[in-house]
């Protein structure tokens, strides 16, 4: 599957990694059934100036997860 495949397939859905709900907001290479993720927390963030800045991270996250969620 390509990049762009896999972009397309995952990017925007919100996930549940490390007992929070992110939403996934780049996506990079597949390696031995995980993606790693480019993830943008759906609940933990601070007010700005210019608006709500969430809390971001990268990590690995089990495709099977990501292919699940909505």
Not at 32 to 49: E, I, P, V
Request: net charge positive; glycine share 8%.
């Amino acid at each position: 599957m390509s990049t762009t495949e896999i972009r397309k397939q995952f990017m925007d859905k919100i996930v549940v990694h490390m007992g929070d709900a992110w939403r996934v907001v780049g996506v990079g290479a597949q390696r031995d059934g995980n993606t790693f993720c480019h993830l943008a927390s759906t609940t933990r963030g601070r007010q700005q100036k210019n608006g709500w800045c969430p809390i971001q991270i990268n990590d690995w996250v089990d495709t099977a997860v990501l292919r699940a969620a909505r």
